[in-house]
T-cell receptor
Framework: KQEVTQIPAALSVPEGENLVLNCSFTDSAIYNLQWFRQDPGKGLTSLLLIQSSQREQTSGRLNASLDKSSGRSTLYIAASQPGDSATYLCAVPNYGQNFVFGPGTRLSVLP | ETGVTQSPTHLIKTRGQQVTLRCSSQSGHNTVSWYQQALGQGPQFIFQYYREEENGRGNFPPRFSGLQFPNYSSELNVNALELDDSALYLC????????????FGPGTRLTVT
C-alpha cells in the first residue's frame, strides 16, 4: 500500500527566502508525482506534474525534482512571496486507480 | 476549455439525512475521482469512475455511492450521514484512467450537525 509523508508539517519564513518542501513515498513503482497548492477551504490547484521518466520540472519560481529509487520528491520555491502562503500537497498514483496524498506542508511567508 | 465544477459550494445536513454532491468534469476527461478531506489532513480517495463504471474504491462504507453520466459528469451520494462525514469533498477529473494529471474542482464543504 502506497504511503506518502511530507516534511516539514509547517514552515514560516520571511519574504524573499528560498525554501524546500519534502515528499516521501513508500512504493517507487509510480507513473508520476503531482504537487498541488491548496488555499484555506479551497480546492487543489495543480502546480507541477513530473512523469516517472523525468527528474525535474520547472514552472516559474517553482522547481520539483523526483528521485524514484529513493522514494523522494522535493519542491523548491525561489524568492518566496506572501502570496505563496498556502498548504502544499504531493500525490502519487496508487496502482493506477487513484492518487495517494501526503498530509501537506503548511507554508506561511511573512512580509 | 471549462474546468472542473462542483455544486453546491456549502451544505449543512442533519445526522441521518442523505446528500447528493455533483461534479462536472473538465472537457475531454472521461475519469472522475472523488476524495474526502477532513480538516488538516490530505484528501482520502473515495472512489473513481471511468466511462460510467466504478473503477476502484477506497476504504469507505457502502453508504457512499456514486454515478457517472454519459457526459462524464458525476454524483456522490452519502446515506445515513454521520457527524464524521463533515469534510471538504473534492472531485478530480483526468483523461487517462485516473493516472494522468488530475484537475480538481473547488470542493463542496459538507457540515453534518
Amino acid at each position: 500500500k502506497q504511503e506518502v509523508t511530507q516534511i516539514p508539517a509547517a514552515l514560516s519564513v520571511p519574504e524573499g527566502e528560498n525554501l524546500v518542501l519534502n515528499c516521501s513515498f513508500t512504493d517507487s513503482a509510480i507513473y508520476n508525482l503531482q504537487w498541488f497548492r491548496q488555499d484555506p477551504g479551497k480546492g487543489l490547484t495543480s502546480l507541477l506534474l513530473i512523469q516517472s521518466s523525468q527528474r525535474e520540472q520547472t514552472s516559474g519560481r517553482l522547481n520539483a525534482s523526483l528521485d524514484k529509487s529513493s522514494g523522494r520528491s522535493t519542491l523548491y520555491i525561489a524568492a518566496s512571496q506572501p502570496g505563496d502562503s498556502a498548504t502544499y500537497l504531493c500525490a502519487v498514483p496508487n496502482y493506477g486507480q487513484n492518487f495517494v496524498f501526503g498530509p501537506g506542508t503548511r507554508l506561511s511567508v511573512l512580509p | 476549455e471549462t474546468g472542473v465544477t462542483q455544486s453546491p459550494t456549502h451544505l449543512i445536513k442533519t445526522r441521518g439525512q442523505q446528500v447528493t454532491l455533483r461534479c462536472s468534469s473538465q472537457s475531454g476527461h472521461n475519469t472522475v475521482s472523488w476524495y474526502q478531506q477532513a480538516l488538516g489532513q490530505g484528501p482520502q480517495f473515495i472512489f473513481q469512475y471511468y466511462r460510467e463504471e466504478e473503477n476502484g474504491r477506497g476504504n469507505f462504507p457502502p453508504r457512499f455511492s456514486g454515478l457517472q453520466f454519459p457526459n462524464y459528469s458525476s454524483e456522490l451520494n452519502v446515506n445515513a450521514l454521520e457527524l464524521d462525514d463533515s469534510a471538504l469533498y473534492l472531485c478530480a477529473s483526468s483523461s487517462r484512467d485516473g493516472i494522468g494529471e488530475q484537475y480538481f474542482g473547488p470542493g463542496t464543504r459538507l457540515t453534518v450537525t
